[in-house]
């Protein structure tokens, strides 16, 4: 599983899996718990799934670079560069959380929203984006780079 192009379309299956579980059942239970004074329930659920989508793309995308980088011959002699090149990705990921966070939140700066709420937007974006990351960069590295990442160091 970590060969090329195994590990981009299995990254890709976990994305979509993990957005499947996200966007649709946590979107109908978000749309049918949280009280919207001025949006429509079809305007959030809308918002909520492209936001999550874009963030399972940012997910994606910090993965296959991981691995088209990781799969290069002149990366393995280069492991302080590895492990700075997975940081940066990773705090990006954790960027790219915050933002989908933001985006819903600051969407919908006139509705009410309980700490609940907020906890299932900050527990949905960060599967897709840095926990995939990490997951899938924990399991699916090239075997040059494979101990690079935090948890194999």
Known sequence: MRTSPVNYIVALTLAGVLWAICGVPLGNYLADSISLAQATTVDFVRVFRVTLAIAALVGFAGCAHWFFYGSREKT???????????????????????????????????????????????????????????????????RGVMYCMLGRR
């Open 76 to 142: 393995a002699g280069d492991m302080p560069g590895a492990r700075r090149t997975w940081n940066v990705w990773f705090f990006v990921e954790l960027i790219a959380c915050v933002g989908a966070v933001a985006g819903v939140v600051l969407s919908f700066a006139d509705e009410s929203f309980i700490a609940r709420d907020y906890l299932l937007l900050v527990i949905s974006s960060s599967l897709l984006t840095w926990v995939l990351f990490w997951v899938a960069s924990l399991l699916l590295s090239p």
